[in-house]
């Protein structure tokens, strides 16, 4: 087990160096803004390199949401921002993605005054697995969301393992966790925080057996590395099992999805904390735009995250079913053209997991389809210095694109030697797969009128390239 770092929360006082500091990084933030520049972390670069222990000594609100976990963490922080912000609370965000220590910090710095006290009282913060370590600690959050843990980068983040050692040592025993009973790696972490909460989603239609993937993150238990016996497995390895040896289990849910109505848009969840003397729980309706099991677990994390602040749930099903609440289109987003749905999924890159989830949406969806991938990272393709391991396209499931409603598998982007070799290896008929040069080129090669749908899966550091696919489908089929 990883050696317990120490809460410094409010222990330490404001020097002459914090505050050259905090003064440097508002002068940055403010010329940012005049030029109209982003710049999200830089203020707090600035901050950290003038005095190293900044985010010890700047102000925090009262109340302080953290949210982390290898998938889905920017998506349950936008819609817990968007629930929160629905309420009227004024609230202290990171929702551009800067959620390293530096975008934390710069999120601090813009809500501190220049005595470096917290203005806003509320905030809700996406937090990079890896930056838990420098994080929790000095900020001591009320609560942490953790939505799951599976392999991500592996030039980064190595294994789910390292990651929750990493998480496990850094949470503060007074922390109140909410984790995914389903998940049964990330459902463990950090036992010395007592004060804990857990969300699942029960038996649904169209569950699988076992764990799910060519690659699986949970081959065995995590406690004494026996075999786990599936009831019913959601999605890669969130499920209920329990080990055949230990006899560990998944704990019981506080929040329970109970039944999805798939065509009202409409899911029900049972509050099992909120029991009377004769055991009945409450149970309340809730809405959701764009549904996926992905999706479900994401809102219902941010739904178990603001009941827990205190959010009536009348007052969540209002906001909810109002449309106020919305998975980011930089994440999800759909058009129609001439009767033909163009649909983009982000699939983190570097991340088996992600793309594997992506293509089983797609897999799952009704009609013929044209799938393009743009998933190679281009944040690195386009760096000179950096290459990108593609070792974790061997771990993706492409064999779900092996599928006689998918007509045709476009690939564009860097690697597409790699990907066309992967999709042969997967079965994919070579038929099937059409090489493009870039993302106008792409949109030109979809087969139009062989399919009801175009899907792309593509890399969050791509959203221009994919909108330019997706516009150029779009004019071929107005014409």
């Given amino acids: 087990m990883a050696q317990r770092i120490t809460p410094t929360r409010g222990s330490r006082p404001r020097t002459p160096r914090f505050f050259a500091a905090l003064v440097a990084a508002k002068l940055a933030r403010f010329a940012l803004r005049l030029t109209g520049r982003t710049g999200n972390q830089l203020p707090g670069v600035i901050a950290e390199g003038i ?15 953290c949210i982390t976990g290898t998938n889905g963490k920017t998506t349950t922080t936008n819609l817990l921002d968007d629930i929160l912000l629905a309420t009227g ?25 220049l005595a470096g006290s917290a203005r806003a009282q509320l905030a809700c913060l996406e937090l990079d697995e890896l930056s838990c370590r420098l994080v929790l600690p000095p900020v001591e959050p009320e609560i942490l969301v953790v939505t799951n843990l599976y392999r991500d980068s592996f030039v980064r983040n190595a ?7 990493v998480i496990d040592a850094s949470v503060p025993d007074t922390t109140h966790l909410i984790l995914n009973a389903d998940d049964l790696m990330s459902c463990r972490i950090a036992p010395q925080a007592t004060r804990r909460t857990y969300f699942s989603i029960g038996h649904l239609p169209g569950d699988l057996d076992d764990a799910e993937g060519i690659v699986s993150d949970l081959g065995s238990c995590p406690e004494c590395g026996g075999a786990l016996d599936y009831e019913w497995c959601h999605l890669r390895h969130l499920g209920r099992a329990h080990c055949v040896s230990c006899d560990l289990e998944n704990p019981a849910p506080d929040y329970l999805v109970t039944s999805v109505d798939r065509e009202a848009h409409e899911f029900t969840v049972r509050e099992c904390c909120h ?51 919305n998975i980011t289109a930089a994440r999800f987003s759909e058009r129609t053209v001439a009767g033909v749905r163009l649909v983009n999924l982000a699939s983190k890159g570097w991340n088996s997991t992600a793309v594997s989830t992506s293509l089983a949406t797609i897999r799952e969806e009704p009609g013929t389809k044209a799938v393009a991938l743009l998933v190679a990272d281009l944040e690195v393709a386009k760096h000179e210095k950096r290459t990108e391991f593609i070792g974790w396209i061997y771990q993706t499931d492409f064999e779900y694109l092996v599928d006689d409603d998918i007509k045709q598998v476009i690939i564009l982007g860097d690697y597409v030697d790699d990907l066309r070799v992967r999709l042969l290896l997967a079965g994919v008929d070579p038929a099937k797969i059409t090489v493009a040069d870039d993302e106008v080129d792409a949109g030109d090669k979809v ?14 550091h791509a959203l221009e390239e994919i909108e330019r696919f997706r516009d150029r489908v779009a004019e071929r089929l107005e014409s």
């Fill in 51 to 65: 005095c190293p222990d900044f985010l010890s000594r700047v102000g925090k609100p009262e109340r302080v949401v």
């Fill in 89 to 113: 609370a004024d609230v202290v965000m990171n929702r551009a993605g800067s959620n390293l220590l530096t975008g934390v910090g710069s999120s601090l710095l813009a809500n501190a005054n």
């Fill in 159 to 165: 294994n789910p393992d390292f990651i929750y050692s």
């Fill in 275 to 325: 029991a009377d003397g004769s055991g009945r729980a409450p149970e309340y309706t809730y809405h959701i735009g764009t549904y996926s099991i992905t999706n479900l677990y994401n809102l219902l994390a941010a739904i178990t995250a603001a009941r827990e602040l205190g959010i009536e749930a009348p007052r969540l099903q209002e906001i909810l079913g109002a449309g106020k609440v």
């Fill in 447 to 460: 087969r139009i009128d062989e399919v009801e749908s175009v899907f792309c899966a593509y890399d969050i």
